[in-house]
């Protein structure tokens, strides 16, 4: 039983060495956010328990999630989660088929 713990862990260390540090901007890219307050097409957001300045080209309410699209300064770039996406079209088109 040691042995196989002791052949998990060093899977996945070995799998973490591998993978380049995120730092950053970088780190932020692709993060799930809440936002918090939007008003046009800036507002404020919720991500890593920071609240962050946001810019984005839709409308959003307060309390949807949101992904990272991208960081310039202290302001994320957000857009709609793909999986939100998919749920707003099968929202849509989800009536049953009928």
């Known amino acids: 039983m040691a042995f196989g713990v002791a052949l998990m862990a060093g899977r996945y260390l070995w799998a973490a060495r591998r993978q380049a540090p995120r730092l950053g901007a970088q780190a932020m890219q692709g993060a799930r956010a809440v936002i918090l307050d939007w008003s046009g097409d800036t507002g404020h957001v919720l991500t890593q328990g920071e609240r962050w300045r946001a810019r984005g080209g839709e409308g959003f309410r ?36 009928t």
């Open 62 to 97: 307060p309390g949807e999630s949101v992904e990272v699209a991208s960081m310039q300064g202290l302001t994320l770039t957000v857009r709609q989660r793909p999986s939100e996406i998919g749920a707003e079209v099968d929202g849509v088109t989800g009536d049953g088929g």
